[in-house]
């Protein structure tokens, strides 16, 4: 599978990228600026350039750039990306004084990416950190994607399997991003309130 992370030169994209080196897939990362994605592909080992140079070619995106910079980057690329498969990855968080909370009240960051572009999109991978992508052990967790594309979310679900130690789960419709964007603020406090690495665990689902 072709992989190419939009944004990939950010902390998530750089150990998601490595992760996914180590496991043989094809894999590109880019910037806004062609230099900068070429150099941190060179240091990666992978595939490097601009954000619409590696987007051409791929069999899934994966949209890794910051929630306030999804859009806009989407709407820059829609037509280098087309209809290829993307997987969204952010969370929409407000950092307050009492917490990091989640930034929208309704629909989910991942819904409105659907509407600005042509391609399928899927929505996950949220709960996993770069600190725990970059780690020697694969993330002790379960990868929740949803979707309301198989063409979206079969590959996603593909790859996010390779992930982690759990199992990558059908978390349903891409609507179903709305809790998986907020459950980031509920983990990202969990961690900072017992200084942990906590993920998602689901019980009670069959091993296939």
């Avoid at 052990?137 to 994607?145: H, K, M, S, W």
């Avoid at 998986?180 to 990202?188: D, P, Q």
Wanted: a negative charge.
């Amino acid at each position: 599978m072709k992989v190419s992370i939009v944004g990939g030169t950010g902390a998530f994209g750089r150990a998601l990228a490595a992760r996914l080196r180590d496991l043989e897939f094809d894999v590109a990362v880019g910037s806004r600026e062609h230099q900068r994605g070429w150099e941190r592909g060179v240091e990666l080992g992978v595939r490097g350039g601009s954000n619409e140079e590696i987007v051409k070619g791929a069999d899934l995106i994966i949209l890794a750039v910051r929630s306030n910079a999804t859009l806009d980057t989407a709407r820059e690329l829609g037509e280098a990306i087309g209809e290829t498969p993307v997987l969204c990855v952010a969370s929409d968080l407000l950092f307050t004084e009492r917490g990091i909370m989640p930034g929208r009240d309704e629909r989910s960051l991942a819904e409105e990416l659907a509407e600005t572009i042509e391609a399928p999109v899927a929505s996950g991978l949220q709960s996993i950190s770069a600190v725990e992508l970059a780690a020697n052990e694969l993330p002790d967790q379960d990868a929740l994607i949803c979707g309301d594309d198989p063409r979206a979310k079969e590959p996603a679900l593909e790859l996010a399997g390779k992930l982690v130690g759990g199992r990558a789960l059908d978390a349903g419709p891409l609507a179903n991003a709305r809790a998986l964007e907020a459950m980031t603020a509920v983990i990202l406090n969990v961690n900072k309130q017992y200084r942990a690495h906590a993920g998602l665990r689901l019980t009670g689902v069959p091993v296939k």
